[in-house]
């Protein structure tokens, strides 16, 4: 190969620099994230039941705040009923913080763990303590 | 062919590099701005486009003149403009790029840009600029990129290439006629609501373009072995001449009908313009500027010695060139916000955030013009070098 | 094959699994699950007449500006050039600039008048607006989507009446106390009065209406029977702008009974 010493030389720094975060980390686990549910309103709950199921919500939170955004600004809908029929107010602020008031508990310890950098506290959740 | 834009001489380098100092510094000046916001803009709640917008405005224009060369060539074998159409579609590149840049500066939630896409709004002219942009800048890099590297293959170009060269004409002239449509469909802004505000960006598209096209080609032909014809530079002088005697009078026509009809609300802005009001008075030198040297380009380009003479005929086109610099670039824009609804008058300067910002997209239209006309006089003259052999 | 067509093969091969992965994805709950709640008030064309003669005082305005600005957080920016305001006053001579005469009654001369969006019947804002993210809801108020707005300010350019603002900063500074049911906006987007579409959604009326009372009524324009077409029999009533085509519906009157004031 022309040159082959430094082609070698050079993959092998390219190759070991791109691996180093794997192989620095061999063996070794990331704690996963603590989701605290620890809040005032889930505390008195005698059922603590969200709007839709654990799993549901895991997967399809966005998907969700998403539709709700679109119905309520967009349509002007207000309620959502549930797959288990009970009615909820379509709102970020005024239905999930109200439970879930340990946003930096809840939502932020997931999201920081996974880097999904959230620009909802922008705009929504004024009304908590940060 | 890139790899003509990787070497050259001292003088190259040394543009290069200054070019790449002014665009670090633009976008330090962005990241500013993406930090705090438009505040750190000149912008207000009523003049709430300023040189961002003005500049797009400008060089979507100069991205269109490409469209006067590419006329005379493709459609009527005007074969003087063969070597020049070249650089007109690049400067049609570099400026549209340039303009789309300076739109997604100007935007307050960038990071949204593809809500455009994603949500379609025929009614929006603002949807429909984005597609026409696009377009072109697509057209332009196929049709400039294969025409060059058959020129550099000494082969015709493909057939499909001069299809889309034909589809680039109509094209060009659609990107700045959505452009003004932006501005001419707004019932609320008087100095905008006018039916020849197209026809006008036209004509000083027309104007500025092939002027700072000569003036480009005059600066190749005076560092490079790119040598423009005489005759190719008379023909787009000649454009020019007539292009910004047709902006000229149709900015004629504007005033007469704001001052005939004497409507207070067509008559308030380009008093603002020319004479100020209420003791606000910002863009008059501006204005006066645009007239005298207008005149002034207009009266050189004209008289034949004067044109054939390279060396004032530059003095012509810069002064062209500012002149609608002048009127697009600054009085436009602004002077459409003026007086603002209530009928009161705020007025608009830019910060040096904002400048720096301004000349850090400049710069890296120029830069990309550089390397691209790098190319292409890499190429000539390795076609040359054939020829010769 | 050659290198051409073995890299058009994967170029295709590339766009039509994109293609295949968009359909795969199953998102997106049910629309049918979500409903207007029955409280919402009905009305297919809303609008107000203002009775310019009730807003005497500082004071008259002062309650029903800060009763929206605190209800919608909006900031309250001193620089008039970069303010965000939703309802405001101003003169005659200001808010109807098409109405210009030099001979003005006095009376006029002293009247301030509430200026806010006029969510028009043909609003230049919906047109211009590259993403929707300003758009007319069925029962007419223009409202908008702050998650969509690019921030481009076209509506901004295009409204004939001045009435909306941009956030050139974070607002969240400027906002004495934050109302924890509503959100506030984000630097980068334009906003302007809402009508309070959330609060007519659950069956309340507008709060400059309920902060002004009496003096804005608030009704739906198509109900022959509605209090703003009583007043709008029983009034003298102006608009601004109206040679334009952007069909305002809010209505300045002066005083309960008889033309002008």
């Excluded at chain 2, 004409?169 to 700045?176: D, F, G, L, Q, R």
């Excluded at chain 2, 001419?184 to 197209?198: C, D, E, H, N, P």
């Excluded at chain 3, 047109?127 to 707005?149: E, N, S, W």
Aim: charge should be neutral; glycine fraction near 8%; proline fraction near 5%.
């Amino acid at each position: 190969m022309y040159n082959g010493g430094k082609i070698i030389a050079g993959l092998i720094i390219f190759v070991s620099l791109i691996t180093a975060p794997f192989l620095l980390n061999v063996g070794q686990a990331n704690e996963t994230p603590e989701i605290s549910l620890d809040t005032p309103v889930i505390n008195q709950l005698s059922e603590k039941q969200c709007v839709e199921s654990v799993e549901f919500m895991r997967s399809q939170h966005p998907q969700l705040l998403d539709d709700w955004r679109d119905q309520v600004v967009r349509e002007g809908q207000t309620v959502y009923i549930s797959s288990t029929g009970e009615e909820y107010e379509m709102s970020l602020d005024n239905s999930c913080l109200q439970c879930h008031s340990n946003q930096s508990q809840f939502c932020d310890a997931c999201h920081n763990y996974t880097s999904v950098e959230l620009y909802c506290w922008d705009c929504h959740g004024g009304g908590l303590a940060k | 062919m890139l790899e003509k834009a990787l070497y050259g001489s001292k003088r190259y380098y040394g543009l290069v590099a200054l070019l790449a100092v002014i665009i670090l510094i633009g976008l330090a000046a962005y990241l500013k701005q993406l930090n705090y916001g438009l505040g750190v803009t000149g912008l207000s709640r009523d003049v709430s486009w300023g040189l961002y917008i003005s500049q797009f405005t400008f060089m979507v224009g100069v991205a269109a003149s490409a469209v006067m060369v590419a006329i005379p060539y493709y459609l009527h074998d005007y074969k003087a403009f063969g070597k020049v159409v070249i650089l007109g579609e690049f400067l049609a590149v570099s400026a549209v790029i340039v303009c789309i840049l300076f739109i997604f500066v100007d935007l307050g939630q960038p990071s949204r840009v593809f809500n455009v896409i994603l949500h379609p709004t025929p009614s929006s002219m603002m949807f429909w600029d984005m597609c026409v942009l696009m377009g072109y800048l697509l057209l332009n890099i196929v049709i400039g990129w294969t025409v060059l590297g058959a020129e550099k293959k000494d082969v015709p170009p493909p057939s499909w290439a001069k299809v889309l060269a034909y589809i680039s004409i109509p094209w060009a002239i659609s990107i700045h006629t959505v452009t003004a449509f932006l501005y001419a469909g707004l019932a609320g802004r008087a100095y905008w609501l006018s039916a020849i505000m197209a026809a006008r960006f036209l004509a000083s598209a027309f104007a500025a373009g092939p002027a700072l096209l000569i003036i480009l080609c005059l600066i190749l032909r005076k560092y490079t072995s790119f040598k423009t014809s005489a005759e190719a530079i008379q023909s787009l002088a000649k454009i020019v001449c007539y292009a910004m005697i047709a902006n000229v009078f149709f900015f004629g026509l504007e005033i007469f009908t704001a001052f005939y009809s004497n409507i207070p609300g067509h008559m308030a802005p380009f008093q603002y313009l020319f004479a100020g009001v209420d003791g606000y008075n910002n863009l008059v030198p501006a204005m006066w500027g645009f007239a005298i040297l207008a005149v002034i380009g207009i009266t050189m380009l004209v008289i034949p010695p004067l044109r054939k003479n390279e060396k004032t005929l530059i003095w012509a086109l810069i002064a062209v060139f500012v002149a609608a610099w002048l009127d697009k670039g600054l009085g436009l824009v602004l002077g459409g916000f003026v007086p603002n609804p209530f009928g009161r008058v705020v007025e608009y300067y830019p910060t040096s955030t904002e400048l720096a910002i301004v000349a850090g997209v400049y710069a890296l239209g120029l830069l990309l013009l550089t390397i691209l006309y790098k190319v292409v006089v890499g190429v000539r003259a390795q076609t040359a070098v054939e020829v010769e052999h | 094959m050659n290198r051409r067509d073995f890299l058009k093969g994967i170029a295709a091969a590339g766009i039509g699994g994109a293609l295949v992965f968009q359909g795969l994805d199953k998102f997106g709950v049910e629309a049918a699950d979500m409903v207007p709640t029955s409280k919402r008030l009905p009305a297919k064309h809303w609008g107000m007449v203002i009775d310019v003669s009730k807003f005497q005082t500082e004071e008259d305005f002062r309650k029903v500006a800060d009763a929206c600005h605190s209800y919608h957080n909006v900031p309250a920016i001193d620089d008039p050039k970069e303010e965000v305001k939703w309802i405001w006053a101003d003169d005659f001579e200001h808010t109807f600039a098409e109405l210009e005469s030099k001979y003005l009654s006095e009376e006029i001369k002293k009247m301030q008048f509430p200026v806010l969006c006029n969510h028009c019947e043909e609003p230049p804002c919906v047109r211009v607006c590259p993403t929707q993210a300003t758009f007319k809801r069925p029962d007419g108020i223009v409202a908008m989507d702050y998650h969509r707005c690019i921030g481009c300010r076209f509506c901004m350019a295009s409204c004939p009446y001045g009435a909306r603002s941009f956030n050139f900063f974070d607002p969240r500074p400027y906002i004495a106390q934050v109302n924890p049911e509503l959100p506030t906006r984000t630097k980068g987007v334009v906003e302007k009065c809402n009508l309070c579409a959330e609060r007519i959604d659950k069956g309340l009326v507008p709060v400059c209406v309920e902060a002004s009372g009496g003096a804005i009524i608030f009704g739906d324009l198509d109900d022959p029977q509605s209090e703003v077409r009583k007043a709008l029999r029983e009034n003298f009533a102006i608009r601004r702008k109206v040679e334009l085509g952007t069909g305002p519906n809010i209505y300045y009157i002066f005083g309960g009974g008889g033309a002008g004031a």
